[in-house]
Nanobody
Framework: QVQLAESGGGSLQAGGSLRLSCEVS???????MGWFREAPGKEREGVAS???????PRYAASVKGRFTISQDNAKTLYLQMNDLKPEDSATYYC????????????????????WGQGTQVTVSS
């Protein structure tokens, strides 16, 4: 079982930037890792995923060009969020799974095995 713990959430105005961190324990470079978000009344959705061994990212269309996912030796997962919009407001979760790599990139679906507790991001207009 992989342990994950997010940090870095907060409240800010639209157009600002924020970097989320996720401390990861028990994963290897062959684990898929991802960031997800869940807004009130909406389903949890994939934001970005990464296969640490190849550092191949994948992004949801809504964040591509604004968010960047990165990792440090499968120990820490980051999400750099720029040009934030009110619709980015949500609880953000990091997740890991040993089996969601298709040979090119990692899934953005919510079927990951291990999850963190989440960190809140609120963007005001």
């Amino acid at each position: 079982q992989v342990q994950l713990a997010e940090s870095g959430g907060g409240s800010l105005q639209a157009g600002g930037s924020l970097r989320l961190s996720c401390e990861v324990s028990g994963a290897t470079l062959k684990y898929c890792m991802g960031w997800f978000r869940e807004a009130p009344g909406k389903e949890r959705e994939g934001v970005a995923s990464l296969f640490p061994e190849t550092n191949t990212p994948r992004y949801a269309a809504s964040v591509k060009g604004r968010f960047t996912i990165s990792q440090d030796n499968a120990k820490t997962l980051y999400l750099q969020m720029n040009d934030l919009k009110p619709e980015d407001s949500a609880t953000y979760y990091c997740a890991a799974d040993p089996g969601l790599w298709n040979g090119i990139w990692c899934s953005l679906g919510t079927g990951y095995r291990d999850w963190g507790q989440g960190t809140q991001v609120t963007v005001s207009s």
